[in-house]
């Protein structure tokens, strides 16, 4: 049990487009979901957590227009990167709880050229 | 809001010695501490965890330890093996019924050589 997908695993795009990254709670529901981006050999850094129902909560320095979250149902959370440049490259990765115990998706690795 | 170090930041030891990384935190209220194992390109794996009510807690090779007052948590990693190289993360939460965000540690780097 607990299993998170993510989906796509890897883009590729061009600057200026926006993607979407989806995150979804494969056997358990999830009022709360999280979004992470992690950049290479450094840690994860919390973007924002996601509320079914609700606005997403977003960390400091965190662009709400910029990252898009929206919590379509208990099993997914959608995270989109609008108008992606160079410098937004990175493994984003969600994670959704069950209990006190978070579990992660796969990541998404977005190469914006 | 939350701070987490971690350290060090690599560590490399001869396979079948112990590995030990530290964590600190800032905010005392945090009383949920996982620790996840992570391969190159691929997802977090929890480890194990230990709650702040929980001084210590042990899974065959894997143990932590918890400090409250000083505010401070320790993963062992005994008789290492050369797959258990890895980046090791912890983390510190604030829950209360459910889960509360985790702010993670900067990551350990462990090399076992065999």
């Known amino acids: 049990g607990a299993v998170v997908s993510q989906h796509p695993s890897w883009v590729i795009c061009k600057s200026g487009t926006s993607v979407k990254i989806e995150c979804r709670s494969l056997?358990?529901?999830?009022?709360?979901m999280f979004w992470y981006r992690q950049f290479p050999k450094q840690s994860l850094m919390l973007m924002a957590t996601s509320n079914e129902g609700s606005k997403a909560t977003y960390e400091q320095g965190v662009e709400k227009d910029k990252f898009l979250i929206n919590h379509a149902s208990l099993t997914l959370s959608t995270l989109t990167v609008t108008s992606a440049h160079p410098e937004d490259s990175s493994f984003y990765i969600c994670?959704?709880?069950?209990?006190?115990?978070?579990?992660f998706g796969p990541g998404t690795r977005l190469t914006v050229l | 809001g939350e701070n987490v170090e971690q350290h060090p930041s690599t560590l490399s030891v001869q396979e079948g010695d112990s590995a030990v990384i530290k964590c600190t935190y800032s905010d005392s209220a945090s009383n949920y501490f996982p620790w996840y194992k992570q391969e190159l390109g691929k997802r977090p794996q929890l480890i194990i965890d230990?709650?702040?009510?929980?001084g210590e807690k042990k899974d065959q090779r894997i143990a932590v330890t918890l400090n409250k007052t000083a505010k401070h948590f320790s993963l062992h990693i005994t008789e290492t093996q050369p797959e258990d190289s890895a980046v090791y993360f912890c983390a510190a939460s604030i829950t209360s019924g459910n889960t509360g965000k985790l702010i993670f540690g900067q990551g350990t780097t462990l090399q076992v050589k065999p």
């Open positions: 994670s959704a709880p069950l209990g006190q115990r978070q579990f």
């Open positions: 230990i709650r702040s009510n929980v």
């Open positions: 056997d358990f529901q999830a009022t709360t």
